[in-house]
């Protein structure tokens, strides 16, 4: 019985899902006018593991993410690089699927974009116009927040917090309104600017109803998750709600779930502050899978701290896991057909699977999952050591760390010859600067080696290495 935390509720609830045995899933998507920073990739990570998971325990997953691809945002990139909102939009969807293929993120069932809905959001206005829950004003339209009266029911936030809040704001904009608490459902065009036609005069849409239309065109008036950062939560969720449901008479969604920040420095990471690095960057100095693992392996709701000492570690981590499937893979080729003790060490990985879904279960704890997977590790490499091995529990194992780590995004595979060729290349860069006593490098390329479990021999005839059991 997998029970999550649901942001609406405050507590964790039992899932159930509106269908038996499936689950209808929207993720709030980028906005697309830079390439995505390991903070953007969090939140990609963090529910791509989520839906893993649910497929892992049998469900079939209806997983819908979003592009908005209509921004003040893009529009000011359109500016400075000389191109149309539409090219900026595509150059960025295009950099967004590069990075997160190399995670290892599964693509959605569905990618809709805020251009190909512009029919559908007008549509969708309309209706809320004429429930009387939004107005036109001088091209604009509004949603009149007060009448929907569960306003503030996910963020916790009172309309009086919201009304001290907009006294202090002044403008054309809120000229317009018939309550500052008024929020825009479609914007009048301004020159120069990305616009369609519309019942209201040349304009565009708001960022709130983007999502509401998306949403429930691919999976329904009512679906079963909702979820996306904690920045999220307000106003962008909170207003998602009140529209949504004001024009279908509706619950939205049941379930509510956001991923905790990125940080740096104890601070959020994000492009507004500078304080941000680049996937496509860290793509270029580390491997893919480590910076996966390092995100997929934290719980979804804590903020994670980005640093380069954290990375390393996930790297660490991940090559004392691939390290004893590399070594178990080859110790089949010398297993027995059947040992004595096969039968008690098959309950044994078993137990290790039902560990991992008691843990994940609950709230999706990866942190605790992977420290099953640690188990298992262990278990591996104490096994491999044995004199007799079975080799029903070899591919039992085997098979199960693959399982567990294809659900945090790792496939894992025994690329012995390219791995090999790898290291003989580093070996004789090592020799050459030892030659040209670059001691420096040499103890560099030894510490790297070392890092990744492989051990050198100093041998009359020369070099030799071999990998490490790793036995802790």
């Known amino acids: 019985m997998i029970q999550l935390y649901n ?20 993720v709030c998507g980028p906005t697309v006018y830079n390439y995505i920073h390991i903070g953007n990739a969090r939140s990609t990570v963090a529910f791509d593991t989520i839906r893993r998971y649910f497929t892992y325990r049998g469900y079939d997953v209806d997983y819908v993410s979003n592009f908005t691809d209509v921004d003040d945002k893009i529009i000011r990139a359109a500016a400075e690089l000389g191109k149309t909102a539409p090219e ?16 290892e993120v599964q693509k959605p069932n569905h990618t809709p974009r805020v251009m190909e809905s512009i029919p559908d959001i007008i549509t969708f206005i309309e209706a809320l116009i004429a429930n009387g829950f939004a107005y036109e004003s001088d091209g604009d339209v509004y949603y009149r927040t007060r009448k929907f009266e569960k306003y503030g029911q996910l963020s916790r936030i009172s309309l009086d917090e919201l009304e ?24 009048a065009a301004k020159e120069g600017e990305i616009s369609w036609e519309s019942p209201w005069g040349h304009g565009r849409p708001g960022w709130h109803i983007e999502c509401s239309v998306m949403a429930t065109k691919y999976l329904g008036d009512t679906i079963d998750i909702h979820a996306g950062g904690q920045d999220l939560t307000f106003p962008h969720h909170e207003n998602e709600i009140a529209q949504t449901e004001a024009k279908t008479h509706k619950t939205f969604a049941n379930y509510w779930i956001h ?12 492009k507004s ?59 089949l080729d010398q297993a027995a057909e059947q040992t004595d003790d096969e039968q008690s060490l098959l309950e044994q990985i078993d137990q290790f699977r039902n560990q991992f879904i008691t843990q994940m279960d609950d709230d999706f704890q990866t942190q605790n999952g992977i420290t099953v997977v640690y188990d298992l590790v262990r278990f591996i490499n104490r096994y491999v050591e044995e004199a007799d091995v079975s080799k029903q529990v070899m591919e039992a194992s085997l098979n199960l760390l693959e399982e567990l780590m294809s659900i945090f995004g790792i496939s894992l595979s025994v ?10 290349a580093l070996i004789k ?3 050459q600067a030892r030659k040209d006593r670059n001691f420096q490098r040499a103890d560099e390329i030894r510490d790297q080696l070392k890092d990744q ?9 020369g070099v030799r290495w071999k990998r490490g059991s790793g036995h802790e």
């Open 259 to 270: 991923n905790g920040f990125v940080t740096m420095d104890d601070e959020k990471m994000s």
């Open 7 to 26: 942001t609406l509720t405050r507590q964790k609830e039992k899932f159930t899902p509106l269908e038996e045995g499936k689950v209808k899933m929207y």
């Open 88 to 103: 900026v939009a595509e150059t960025f969807i295009n950099a967004f699927f590069e990075d997160t293929e190399a995670l």
């Open 415 to 424: 690329e012995e010859d390219l791995l090999d060729s790898d290291i003989e």
């Open 429 to 431: 860069e090592r020799e």
């Open 164 to 187: 001290s809040g907009a006294s202090n704001r002044l403008g054309d904009e809120t000229s317009k309104k018939e309550d500052p608490l008024d929020f825009a459902l479609w914007k």
């Open 453 to 461: 479990n492989i051990i050198l021999e100093d041998t009359a005839q």
């Open 273 to 331: 502050l500078g304080n941000f690095v680049l996937l496509k960057d860290l793509r270029a100095q580390h491997d893919p899978k480590a910076l996966r693992f390092f995100m997929s392996t934290a719980h979804y709701r804590r903020p994670i701290n980005y640093s380069l000492d954290a990375i390393e570690e996930a790297k660490t981590n991940l090559n004392r896991i691939q390290t004893a499937y590399f070594n178990a893979s080859h110790r």
